[in-house]
């Protein structure tokens, strides 16, 4: 039994990062997991930025892709979020003008994740929301 467990362990490690476990070690200090748009309003001043589920759904929602190809919409959502990881930007952020106004464009956290952990919180931002209503 015992072997089995070690066995699990190996297999999670070789196959790269856990996006949640990124995500509680390096997002979740900001961005809460999730909230409805009710609590939002009622504890917006003690926010530091958007709940995850509302970035999650923005993005989502504001990336059109033709056809509704679900593969590459999530590959493209996928690959903003990592790119807004390390390359924030007013330009670029969805986020909406009042909110960006009190919360700020979020501090670049360039060096500080790898390519694997980069990439597994962002799927972990697509693939946690999916096909739920929030
Ligand atoms: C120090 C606080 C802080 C941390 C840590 C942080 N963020 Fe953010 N993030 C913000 C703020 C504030 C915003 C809203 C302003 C903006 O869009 O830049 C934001 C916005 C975003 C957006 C863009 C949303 C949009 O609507 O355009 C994404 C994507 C995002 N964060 C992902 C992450 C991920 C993934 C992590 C962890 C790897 C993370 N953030 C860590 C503060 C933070």
Known sequence: ???????????????????YKVYQDN????????????????????????PMVEVSNKIKNNIRIMDED??????????????YIENPSIQYS??????LEKFGVMPSLK??????????????VYDRYEGKMF
């Open 1 to 19: 039994m015992k072997s089995i467990a070690l066995l699990t362990l190996i297999t999670l490690t070789l196959m790269g990062s856990d996006g």
């Open 27 to 50: 997002c979740m200090k900001c961005h809460v997991e999730m909230m409805s748009k009710s609590e939002v309003l009622k504890s917006f001043k003690f926010l530091k930025a958007p």
């Open 70 to 83: 679900k593969d590459v919409k999530r590959r493209v959502v996928i690959a903003f979020v990592k790119d």
């Open 94 to 99: 969805m986020c909406d003008p009042m909110a």
């Open 111 to 124: 060096g500080k994740l790898s390519e694997e952990q980069k990439q597994a919180v962002a799927q972990w």
